[in-house]
């Protein structure tokens, strides 16, 4: 039995939602119709809500994944990265709030930046999960 029956087993619809659209209903992007199988099917309803659950574990154990290294922000915050790191580290922590308060952080700690009066960017900081 494969993963999206397994999930369609307990439904009683004869048409019921693809594993796929039981995915997009979990990231918030389903269609009408199946807004109006999960309003009636207790069991497709319970699939969603576990997809939701797997979705928020995953995002706190991998939510670092795509970010620079910790050795790479330090390198940034002192001026050593060329041109192309530079800007590539800069449009992440703009998008990136696990990074930005990281950045933060270490421009607070750093004695560099108190000895030339650096100031961090005024952005919004993003409370971590």
């Known amino acids: 039995m494969s993963i999206e029956e397994s ?14 659209a039981l995915m997009a209903a979990a990231d918030g992007d389903a269609d009408e119709a199946t ?3 999960l309003r009636t099917c207790p ?3 319970s699939h969603v809500a576990e997809l939701r659950a ?4 995953l995002r706190r154990r991998l939510y670092r994944l ?6 790479i922000l330090v390198d940034y915050c002192q001026g050593l990265l060329d041109p192309y790191q530079r800007a590539a580290v ?3 922590t703009a998008i990136c709030p696990h990074c930005a308060a990281e950045l933060v952080l270490m421009e607070r700690a ?10 961090a960017p005024s952005f919004v900081i993003m409370p971590l999960p």
Do not use: F, I
Request: some cysteine.
């Open 54 to 57: 797997m979705q928020a574990r």
């Open 35 to 37: 807004l109006a199988h």
């Open 7 to 20: 999930m369609l087993a307990g439904c009683a619809a004869p048409t019921a939602p693809s594993g796929n």
């Open 110 to 119: 750093s004695p560099l930046a108190d000895a030339l009066g650096y100031t």
């Open 43 to 45: 069991q497709c309803s």
């Open 90 to 92: 800069a449009h992440h």
């Open 66 to 71: 795509y970010c620079p290294a910790s050795d």
